[in-house]
Antibody, heavy 117, light 105 residues
Framework: EVQLVASGGGLVQPGGSLRLSCAASGFTFRSYWMSWVRQTPGKGPEWVANIKQDGSEKYYVDSVEGRFTISRDNAKNSLYLQMNSLRAEDTALYSC??????????WGQGTLVTVSS | SYEVSQPPSVSVSPGQTASITCSGDKLGDKHISWYQQRPGQSPVLVIYQHNRRPSGIPERFSGSNSGNTATLTISGTQAMDEADYYCQAWGSSVVFGGGTKLTVL
């Protein structure tokens, strides 16, 4: 069974930083592109960033480019999201998701990030 | 930036067919997926590559995509299908629709 467990969320002041982690199990992690997707209550999900199997390619939504960095450690079956210069509009539930066939076929339960003073 | 739009709500009677649309410029040129999300749960992929169903998704879920509109169709809708549904388009960027709340009356 595919499991994706995100952690690292919390309350942070505007301009602050957080590092999210996602522990993957139940599949061959190194064989898949992985993404971070965020969602606020009552709204649709928003894709944030993704990373190729070997980490050689990374892509970001425009609103986080230059502030967020996605990375992975295939030896630890882990995905990360370093978030700097956080803004109120970054407040959301952040989930890691496995990519396949231009879709997200498995999602974690998410970790809540709140940016507020 | 690219955007897709969905109707906020759709209602259907049990056993009838529900159709949820997703609209966007040249949507037919993009890879379309659909997700079901029940309250308090993570989204579940129900359709990918326009009309393919992941393992475990009932046959009553189907999809189509042409021109500027993609459609998720649920045949013989059941009470358990009541949920929010999101379309997702994958082209040069990845975007989600705002969601459609399906009510089974």
């Amino acid at each position: 069974e595919v499991q994706l467990v995100a952690s690292g969320g919390g309350l942070v002041q505007p301009g602050g930083s957080l590092r999210l982690s996602c522990a993957a199990s139940g599949f061959t992690f190194r064989s898949y592109w992985m993404s971070w997707v965020r969602q606020t209550p009552g709204k649709g999900p928003e894709w944030v960033a993704n990373i190729k199997q070997d980490g050689s390619e990374k892509y970001y939504v425009d609103s986080v480019e230059g502030r967020f960095t996605i990375s992975r450690d295939n030896a630890k079956n882990s995905l990360y999201l370093q978030m700097n210069s956080l803004r109120a509009e970054d407040t959301a539930l952040y989930s890691c998701a496995r990519e396949d066939w231009y879709s997200f076929d498995s999602w974690g339960q998410g970790t809540l990030v709140t940016v507020s003073s | 930036s690219y955007e897709v739009s969905q109707p906020p709500s759709v209602s259907v009677s049990p056993g009838q067919t529900a159709s949820i649309t997703c609209s966007g410029d040249k949507l037919g040129d993009k890879h379309i997926s659909w997700y079901q999300q029940r309250p308090g749960q993570s989204p579940v992929l129900v359709i990918y590559q326009h009309n393919r169903r992941p393992s475990g998704i009932p046959e009553r879920f189907s999809g189509s995509n042409s021109g500027n509109t993609a459609t998720l169709t649920i045949s013989g809708t059941q009470a358990m299908d009541e949920a929010d549904y999101y379309c997702q388009a994958w082209g040069s960027s990845v975007v989600f629709g705002g969601g459609t709340k399906l009510t089974v009356l």
